[in-house]
Every structure is written in structure tokens, then in C-alpha cells.
């Protein structure tokens, strides 16, 4: 009686056995590149940090325990009824991922912002895509447990199986693929694409069985939702102008200015002068990038070894071996894209890479060689270089905020052994914020000199600090940029790797 009833259930069934575990493995694989692109596509709307990766995950996995919550009593309905309901699940997946960034980017332009506009962005554009990937998987292993009468125990381990090497092969594709090679929007649209795939193999009923009456109108509606995906994919806005797995840049030139922006903050800025001499001053921009220059110019003598642990528009190294012909400096910026992109154009900085840098990382310094370039984590630099420096320069960003393992004091008291003299750092945060509390008290604890300088707070009630740091005292500077003012930090407790920096929204 057994064979007979797994023999009828047999018959049923209307995918193969392999087919199903082919399923299951590129809904998985599309659902985690989805969940990565998403914590990346926020970037340029709502930075990177601790707070926005969890809201990304948390949304996520609730819309896929939903679906798959949802999924289980699909799979218990009538086999006709559950495959017209996975099928839709299939196209409105699709359809929701390629519109992804579309949507993120309305609700920007409708105002959400902050913590509050990021948690309800994430969840009206995230969460409905999240539910539809997931929901035809529990359909999917009942149908691979009933291929296989009497072998449900491995049935069920291949399903389980197939499910987590998908999210593997999804999270490699979208870290070291789609997301540096073909950007976030065309990510969102290849996973649209690839749930799409799914739809001619979940039929009603198995290769030479009987057609369904309704196949011409399920035909229209999948190369309907194709088309979507492909015009969403090929004309859909880039939500970056240039953009690798680690930077959303954006580069805006107004009047004289060119600005580069980094996941929307400012990160550089440089005057173009074309009757300028090309060893002449180079006219920072940005007001902190004066601040820094005028404490480097102050502290410093004729022939410092610097250290600049994030690159960015180049601005203060090109200054600093302007000014001073027998000076070096070391830049630490961790991803190449943003250094081509200077090249490209910043005009003032891009020369000095091109007269006087050098792979610092790889390459014996060159007889003209006076501008390391090193591409790496600043943290992973200062952990394994053995060279020393004169003085030391913390500008390193992702998005609007310093990156929290280089803000700890393991970090500074790393540097403190390889600097001998004055550290400067720079930081974005509200008025004697946690970041910039945090960081002063890393300093304290580590230098007998310091001062902190505040810039004007921003619509977001934000401003640039600026800390220097040293051994000796520090000569008093007779000017500050427009606006800067000097300012007091409260104590607070120092920043570590096991406890440490969270992040701005």
C-alpha cells in the first residue's frame, strides 16, 4: 500500500526532482544579492554604517520569513492553485527588484530622511520583493520531497542544501561581480532577470502532460514582466555616475569648483586655475581641508614624511609636496575607483600622481617617486607597514562617517608607535556628538596636547571637528577658516574594537 500511494503521489508531482533543486538554488542566489545590493543602493540616500546594514538584513529576513511563512500554506493547496500563485510570486519579484532603486529614490525626493525615513524606505522598497522571492520555496521542496517516494530525508537535506549554496553564490556574485562590474541598478534588474527564469520550468503539469487552457495569457504577462526588467535594467537612472563595490562617486563641477561627492557627502574639492603654476599653491576648497594644511604647514618642517590614511581628492598631499620639494607622504585609500576618478578629474591633484606617484604597496620608491600610493584598508596598512612618519593624517570616510575599526584606540595606538609627531583628524558629527567624544577621548588618553576646532553645522545639524593631537605643544594658529571656532569636548569613554563606533543614519 505504501509503494502504491508514493507510486500516485509520484505521478503528481509536476517539476523533476532536479529541477526543483536548480530552483531553489537561484531563487536563493537572487534573494542575497538583492539583500547586498540593498544595503549598497542606500548608500548615496542614507549613508553606510552599523544602524543601515542591520535595518537592510532585519528588513530582509523578515520579508523572507514571511514569504516563506506565507509559501507553506500555498504549497498545501490544490498543485493548479499553488503553481498560479508561485508564478505570480515570480513576476512580482521581478518586477519589484528591477523597480528597486526607482522607488528608493522617489521616497528620497519625498523627504525621508533620518533614522525614521531610512527604517520606512527600507521596508515599503525591500520588504514586498523579499516576501515574493521567497514565497515559491516552500512549494518547491514539498514538490522535491514528493519526486522521491521513500528518500524524503535527503530530499529534504538537498533542498536545504541547495538553499545555502545559493545565498553563498549570491553573495559572492553581488561583492565581487555585479556590484563593482555593472553598478546597483543593473544589479537589481539581473536579479529580476534571473527570477524571471524560473517561470517556464513551474508548470501544472510534467514534460508531455496535458497544457493549461490559460498559457497564452501567462505567456504575455512573463514577456510583459521581461520587458520591464530589461527597460528598468538598460534605462533606468545609475544611481551613481561611477560606482565600484565600495564608492558611489559623483563628481560636479560649478563655476571654478570641482567637487568629488562619495555616497552624497563631500569628499573633495579643487579650484581649476589654468594660468596656475603647477607647483604653485593649489587654493584648497573645502574649509577643513584648510584647517588641516594650515596645522601641516604650522607643525611641520622642510622635509616631513606624512601619512594620509584615506586618499580622496589627493588635496593635502598635492599641497604639502607643492610646497615643500623635499617632503613625502604615504596615501592610504582603499579603493582604486576613487583615485581614477581624481585623475580624471582633478586636474591639480592628478598631476602630482602623475609626476611624483608611486605603488608604495608594491614598488621600490623611484629617485622622483615622493607620493606612495597604497590601495588598502587604512586599519590593515597601519597593522603591517614598518616605515615611520614625521606626522599623521586621519581622513578617512565611508559615506558621511569615519570607519568604526578606525576609530578605536587599538587604531591610534598603533599609529602612536609609528608617528613621532602630530596626528590630525578629521570627523562629521553633531555637536559634541558620541563620534567626535569618542575619538577626543582616544586622544587624551594618548597625547598630552590637544585641540579640537568645529565647523558650521549643516542642515542636518552636522558639522566637521578637527582634532590635532601631539607629543609637544602645539603653536597656536593666528587664523581659522570662515566660520570654524574652537570648541570644547565633553569627556567620554574611548572608543575600542570591542566596543566601538556604531555610525551615523
Same mark, same amino acid.
Given at each position: ?8 503521489? *509520484?505521478?503528481?508531482?509536476? =517539476? ?136 524524503? $530525508? ?60 490559460? *498559457? ?28 565600484? $563595490? ?62 594620509? =590614511? ?19 607622504? =604615504? ?25 611624483? $606617484? ?148
Amino acid at each position: 500500500m505504501r509503494d502504491a500511494n508514493a507510486l500516485s503521489i *509520484g505521478k503528481e508531482v509536476p =517539476i523533476r526532482f532536479s529541477t526543483t533543486i536548480a530552483l531553489i538554488l537561484m531563487l536563493s542566489a537572487a534573494g542575497l544579492t538583492y539583500e547586498i545590493a540593498a544595503g549598497r543602493v542606500l548608500a548615496p540616500f542614507f549613508g553606510t554604517s552599523l544602524l543601515t546594514w542591520t535595518s537592510v538584513i532585519a528588513i530582509v529576513l523578515g520579508g523572507f520569513s514571511l514569504g516563506s511563512a506565507l509559501g507553506g500554506l500555498i504549497a498545501e493547496r490544490p498543485t493548479a492553485v499553488a503553481v498560479g500563485t508561485v508564478r505570480n510570486a515570480l513576476v512580482a519579484a521581478a518586477v519589484l527588484m528591477a523597480v528597486s532603486p526607482t522607488l528608493l529614490g522617489l521616497l528620497h525626493s519625498w523627504g525621508a530622511r533620518g533614522t525614521g525615513g531610512m527604517l520606512l524606505s527600507v521596508f515599503l522598497v525591500f520588504f514586498p520583493a523579499s516576501v515574493c522571492v521567497t514565497l515559491p520555496s516552500p512549494f518547491l521542496a514539498k514538490v522535491a520531497i514528493q519526486a522521491r517516494p521513500g528518500r524524503e $530525508g535527503s530530499s529534504l537535506g538537498f533542498v536545504l542544501a541547495a538553499g545555502s549554496v545559493g545565498a553563498i553564490f549570491g553573495a559572492i556574485v553581488a561583492g565581487f561581480v555585479a556590484l563593482p562590474f555593472i553598478g546597483a541598478t543593473a544589479t537589481f534588474a539581473a536579479c529580476g532577470a534571473a527570477t524571471l527564469l524560473c517561470l517556464p520550468f513551474v508548470r501544472n503539469a510534467p514534460p508531455g502532460g496535458e497544457r493549461r487552457q490559460d *498559457g497564452g495569457a501567462d505567456t504575455a504577462v512573463a514577456v510583459a514582466a521581461a520587458g520591464f526588467v530589461a527597460f528598468a535594467g538598460l534605462a533606468g537612472a545609475p544611481a551613481c555616475q561611477y560606482e565600484s $563595490g565600495l564608492s558611489c562617486l559623483h563628481v560636479v563641477q560649478r563655476g571654478a569648483v570641482v567637487r568629488l561627492f562619495s555616497d552624497g557627502t563631500a569628499q573633495a574639492a579643487e579650484r581649476v586655475s589654468r594660468g596656475a603654476e603647477r607647483d604653485g599653491p593649489v587654493d584648497l576648497s573645502l574649509p577643513y581641508t584648510q584647517w588641516l594644511w594650515m596645522r601641516l604647514d604650522r607643525d611641520l618642517g622642510p622635509a616631513p614624511s606624512v601619512l594620509f =590614511i584615506g586618499g580622496g581628492g589627493y588635496s593635502l598631499p598635492t599641497e604639502l609636496l607643492a610646497s615643500r620639494p623635499d617632503a613625502q607622504a =604615504i596615501a592610504v585609500e582603499i579603493d582604486p575607483l576613487v583615485t581614477r576618478v581624481v585623475q580624471q578629474h582633478l586636474p591639480r591633484a592628478a598631476e602630482m600622481i602623475a609626476r611624483t $606617484g608611486y605603488d608604495a604597496a608594491n614598488d621600490a620608491q623611484e629617485a622622483t617617486g615622493r607620493l606612495g600610493l597604497v590601495h588598502a584598508d587604512g586599519r590593515v596598512y597601519l597593522n603591517e607597514t614598518e616605515r615611520r612618519f614625521d606626522a599623521a593624517v586621519m581622513d578617512a570616510f565611508s559615506s558621511g562617517s569615519v570607519p568604526a575599526h578606525l576609530a578605536t584606540r587599538e587604531t591610534y595606538e598603533r599609529l602612536r608607535t609609528i608617528v613621532d609627531g602630530p596626528v590630525y583628524v578629521n570627523l562629521i558629527d553633531e555637536h559634541d556628538g558620541p563620534l567626535v567624544r569618542g575619538v577626543h577621548a582616544i586622544l587624551r588618553e594618548l597625547y598630552p596636547h590637544v585641540e579640537a576646532v568645529r565647523g558650521p553645522l549643516n542642515d542636518q545639524g552636522r558639522a566637521n571637528f578637527l582634532l590635532a593631537a601631539s607629543p609637544t605643544a602645539l603653536a597656536s594658529l593666528d587664523t581659522l577658516p570662515d566660520d570654524y571656532e574652537r570648541t570644547r569636548i565633553s569627556e567620554a569613554r574611548a572608543f575600542t574594537d570591542d566596543r566601538e563606533w556604531v555610525g551615523h543614519r
